[in-house]
């Protein structure tokens, strides 16, 4: 059984950083990709950013771009999203996601390609 546990969140000031871990336990992880998404009150999960299996390759939403930055270490089994000039609309709840195949790439931006979740953790941006 996977399990997948976020922390690193908490209430920031818009334009303050924040960094987000996932640490796995249960498989070993190296051979798939892995995201985040997050969840807005009253909105859909949205696809936030996305790592293949060895790093080698990421993707981000365009909200995004240029301020985030997924990595991650398999040796530590733990994926990361460094959040950088935070803005009051990237309050959420953040989830990591762990991919359901071996495949290439890191293009996977909808839910159902994901077959493990963690609880989420809480991020406030306050302006």
């Known amino acids: 059984q996977v399990q997948l546990v976020e922390s690193g969140g908490g209430l920031v000031q818009a334009g303050g950083s924040l960094r987000l871990s996932c640490a796995a336990s249960g498989r070993t992880l190296w051979s798939l990709y892995m995201g985040w998404f997050r969840q807005a009150p009253g909105k859909e999960r949205e696809f936030v950013a996305a790592i293949n299996w060895n790093g080698g390759s990421t993707d981000y939403a365009d909200s995004v771009k240029g301020r985030f930055t997924i990595s991650r270490d398999n040796a530590k089994s733990t994926l990361y999203l460094q959040m950088n000039s935070l803005k009051p609309e990237d309050t959420a709840v953040y989830y990591c996601?762990?991919?359901?195949?071996?495949?290439?790439?890191?293009?996977?931006?909808?839910?159902?390609?994901?077959?493990?979740w963690g609880q989420g953790t809480q991020v406030t941006v306050s302006s």
């Open positions: 996601a762990l991919g359901s195949k071996q495949v290439p790439g890191s293009w996977y931006p909808r839910p159902e390609q994901y077959a493990y």
